[in-house]
């Protein structure tokens, strides 16, 4: 089996799940910052919301402070009316006016207060929004920083590992490196599976997918195979475990 490279394509699937593992590491590392910035993102579009909520709270509670200034001004209006009427009627229509006025003020006051209360809700919340996006900030920062320090010793690591790949798979011929890559691309990297005996049912079956192989793939593979073996399930390269 030797004249085949097996035992040269197993060692050329482990360096190769080795690279692939330390490059799902490295992206891991970079997705966890790109979450961690999306977060801050819309937790700052959260602020925004707040500082808008409490923007229209404040117009809202001023508009009726305007509303109360104007009311105060018709009643010394209506007052100045009454004092140059002698009629006893117009003047009663004019105090029911008056009154009207101050009674929408005390309306309109309370409201206010109450607007006034919802400020400080909101105040409170943004705050509190405020506080937390610091935190964010100070852990994203850390995670770079982290990150950062780490980023050489893996790149390093990849490096290595794939230069040791690459010499493995120097050591192949080319078209079987090819299928080799293609297998792996296409199974996580799990390009060769052993045929191995499924004790139970007494048959071989390929590790890879668990579906049985037929008797003659086993001998083919006992023997002096001058092609590679593939399930015909899965199309992993087969190989014996003792081989
Ligand atoms: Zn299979």
Known sequence: MAELGLDRLREL???????R????????????VRIRAEQIESHQQHIEAI????HDARVKADLKEVEVRQKRADIERLKGQQLQIKDNRQYQILQNEIKFAELAIGKLEDDI????EDIETIDRELAQAQEELKQHQQELEALRRECEAKKDTVDAEIQTCRARRNEIAATLPPDVVRRFDRIA???AGE????V??????GTYVCAGCNMSVIQNTYVQLRG???KLVVCPNCTRILYLEDS
């Open 13 to 19: 699937q482990e360096a190769d799940q080795e690279l």
């Open 21 to 32: 593992r330390l490059q799902g590491r490295k992206a891991a590392q970079d997705r966890s």
């Open 51 to 54: 500082r808008k909520k409490r």
């Open 113 to 116: 207060l109450n607007d006034y």
């Open 185 to 187: 691309d296409r199974l």
């Open 191 to 194: 390009a060769l599976a052993a």
């Open 196 to 201: 191995i005996l499924d004790e139970v049912e």
């Open 224 to 226: 002096r195979i001058e």
